[in-house]
T-cell receptor, first 114, second 110 residues
């Protein structure tokens, strides 16, 4: 089915472990984004990508790594998970990088770091 | 500093009781203002984009308006299925990065 998918939907991991969250979109959108959503903070941008092999930091990038070797995939890696990274993570994509293009969001991954 | 503030944080309405949600912003250069709806356990769902002061857009019972400093989401004769958190976001032109407000949680009781 067309759209944007995330996996896993739920993940529990221990402090210090590496975790990778997957994001896949079928629209061939050029831009992709990773956000985290926490109570009291709303949605905050972690990283974004304008195209394959082009990535840049958002508001809260520390502790996260991204890559984009293919247009349709944008994985997010927590190299050494910490409790403060417990959150709901959303991937989004859009057809452009300006206000003319709305972002479409995936269903989210709920990550718990114990 | 670019900022987006939504009010109220929560709003409880009776079915059919119209009201408005507010999104005020202080940004250096607005390129677009977006409204999203988010249901529990789901990702935000796109509703509207507004670009310039005076612009209005409608979809079913929802109408979004924009001024130079704020946007309103008017809900006319709401139904219980309109219950959700409504998010406002602004694009200030930096590679499409959005700054989100914290949202208004709307509950519509039958």
């Amino acid at each position: 089915d067309a759209g944007i998918t995330q996996s896993p939907r739920y993940k529990i991991t221990e402090t210090g472990r590496q975790v990778t969250l997957m994001c896949h979109q079928t629209w061939s959108h050029s831009y992709m984004f990773w956000y985290r959503q926490d109570l009291g903070h709303g949605l905050r941008l972690i990283y974004y990508s304008a195209a394959a092999d082009i990535t840049d930091k958002g508001e809260v990038p520390d502790g996260y790594v991204v890559s984009r070797s293919k247009t349709e995939n944008f994985p997010l890696t927590l190299e050494s998970a910490t409790r403060s990274q417990t959150s709901v993570y959303f991937c989004a994509s859009s057809d452009g990088g300006t206000g003319a293009y709305e972002q479409y969001f995936g269903p989210g991954t709920r990550l718990t770091v114990t | 500093e670019d900022q987006v503030t939504q009010s109220p944080e929560a709003l409880r309405l009776q079915e059919g009781e119209s009201s408005s949600l507010n999104c005020s912003y202080t940004v250096s250069g607005l390129r677009g203002l977006f409204w999203y709806r988010q249901d529990p356990g789901k990702g935000p769902e796109f509703l509207f984009t507004l670009y310039s002061a005076g612009e209005e857009k409608e979809k079913e019972r929802l109408k979004a308006t924009l001024t130079k400093k704020e946007s309103f989401l008017h809900i006319t004769a709401p139904k219980p299925e309109d219950s959700a958190t409504y998010l406002c976001a602004v694009d200030v032109g930096s590679q499409g990065n959005l700054i989100f407000g914290k949202g208004t949680k709307l509950s519509v009781k039958p």
